[in-house]
């Protein structure tokens, strides 16, 4: 049944039809990763240089691109001195990409449901449920709605959830035919472990990163037993370690 989803989403749904390639996943912690497809890498989230489970030496990793689902200062807190560095454009929502283009980067603004073809692939912005701005909580900036990413590279289809909360329509950001779900389920910011396991049966992955945990005590989560019970409702669980790295 997932096999004939993910076949009907390459005729004539605007993705990109299957290559016969790989794509590369390295997990930094909390949110962010770094995706290398064929022709680019991508950074998702950057938070390293104050991410406490950020893998020692990638405050100085290279991308080519970056991607950003929201504002928030554990998400945003790098772009801009690796989009510098690197000359790296960075993809987000238009408030913010609005806001680090002000700021001397270079940027490509979406808003949700909006899509763009660049040279590695498509990235479409999808619904997300949560809050989003940044600076000083007495007086935050607003960037705009928060966001979940669609990668589509080398034949597969990467979803980012951002920090969402579980929510109906991911039915239909499923019908994508996903290889691949980077889910948050440390809870109290996020969907917890619960909500995540009804996130997987609205989304159907292939395969699933859990993210967005264990960076400090009041998000603490059990990833081992997350994946025993997805595995129990028939869902496959890939636990990473920051650092570590995992082919899609």
């Known amino acids: 049944m997932r096999s004939r989803r993910r076949m009907s989403r390459t005729r004539g749904s605007g993705w990109p039809a299957p290559e016969v390639t790989a794509m590369r996943l390295k997990y930094l912690g909390h949110s962010c990763f770094l995706v290398e497809t064929a022709r680019a890498r991508l950074l998702i989230d950057p938070f390293l240089r104050d991410n406490p489970r950020a ?52 940027t490509h603004g979406l808003n949700p449901g909006g899509s763009c073809e660049f040279p590695f692939g498509r990235v479409k912005l999808t619904l997300a449920h949560h809050s989003s701005s940044l600076g000083d909580p007495l007086n935050p900036i607003y960037l705009g709605a928060p966001c979940g990413i669609l990668i589509s590279a080398d034949g597969k289809n990467l979803y980012h959830a951002g920090d969402t909360a579980v929510f109906l329509d991911m039915q239909l950001i499923g019908r994508a035919g996903l290889d691949a779900a980077l889910l948050p389920i440390g809870d109290n910011f996020t969907m917890g472990p619960d909500d995540a396991l009804l996130a997987l049966d609205f989304l159907r992955p292939r395969v699933t990163v859990p993210m967005h945990y264990d960076t400090w005590p009041v998000i603490a989560q059990d990833a081992a037993a997350f994946a025993t019970r997805a595995a129990q409702a028939g869902h496959r669980v890939e636990i990473l370690a920051p650092g570590a790295s995992f082919m899609i």
């Open 55 to 106: 893998p020692a030496g990638e405050a100085n990793i290279a991308c080519d691109y970056i991607v950003i689902s929201h504002g928030h200062d554990d998400h945003t807190a790098d772009a801009l001195p690796v989009a510098q560095r690197c000359g790296a454009t960075i993809i987000a929502n238009f408030e913010i990409a609005e806001y680090f283009s002000a700021r001397g980067a270079k």
